[in-house]
């Protein structure tokens, strides 16, 4: 694999949707080289894959790292195990920001609808205000499709109702479709419409963002989308800008994951539809072997060929070579 220090990103996604950030690796780790961060907390962490790449790089940085998620993966757990310099907090992220120490950058990956995302915006920005401190560099996944303009609850239940959208559980999505279509990237908790007010991460960023001059978002439209959000004024701006520069809304980038997404949702109907049609082929044949044992048809055969003196309308020996090709 072509990823800084020889990860794979499909370790913990067999399927390649391209899921983690991780494969957003090279700009990840420049905007924290420009930050000079020395510390990086990774909200949603599932099986440590992207954990793994920050710890990595902290070693080569002098940073600390840190993973925020209520329920780690068991990779994730081994990879505390082993690196005794991670610390892993089995917290959501709206519990953890109330006691943990604020670090130079923060990357949003965890829970995605607009009122998570807010919530977590506004109390990082009310904490490093109270404490004098810089705004940490914000990183923020799946900015782009699916959950720009579409929430997704990991527990409905812990939104308050007022922010809720109406969800489709185990709902499937497809790009250019408000709805949601059987067969399509299929999603725990999603809303049953994208787009609209107070719907989706990137709707989040940008009312957090509006009326607020001094802050700057960037979208880099490559593998569901990432964002980066900092202040105008911190000291490592320009070197953001020019890091970002070729990426930010890139137009090429934007068609290229456009047409990536495409074709992983609509492999997935495909694959959807040939299950769907293997289960039916199950059931005809569930069928077609109870009539070949029953009685009842074999004497309905023997009655045929009696009566028609001849070739019978149907037979059990032409449902026996159906049943053998089908296999
Ligand atoms: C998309 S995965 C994270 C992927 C990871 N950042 C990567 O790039 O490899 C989302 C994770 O967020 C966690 N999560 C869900 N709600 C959360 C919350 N409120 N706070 C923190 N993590 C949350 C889930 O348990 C899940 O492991």
Redesign the pocket.
Known sequence: MDLPFGLNPYDNDPGAWG????NNAELLLGCLDAARARSVA??????G??TRLLLLWAERAGARVVA??????PELEQLERERSELQLIRE???DAFEHIELTDAI?L???HNYY?VTQELLRIAQRSAAEGVELPLLLL?DVCWPHGRRDDY?DPDQIPAEYRQPIVPEGGLYPGLETTRHGGLPYHNPAAREGGPRNGVLTAVEDFVSGHDELRLAVVPAFYGLGVLWRREAPYAAELERILAPWEDNPLLARLERNRVLHLASSHVQLRLATDRGEELGRQRELLERMLASRAFWAAELFLRIRQRGKPIFSRAEIRRLLSNQR
């Open positions: 899921a983690s950030l991780l990774e909200v949603g962490a599932y099986a894959d992207l925020i998620d209520p329920s780690p993966q959501t992220s709206l990357v990956d965890g829970d998570t996944h990991f």
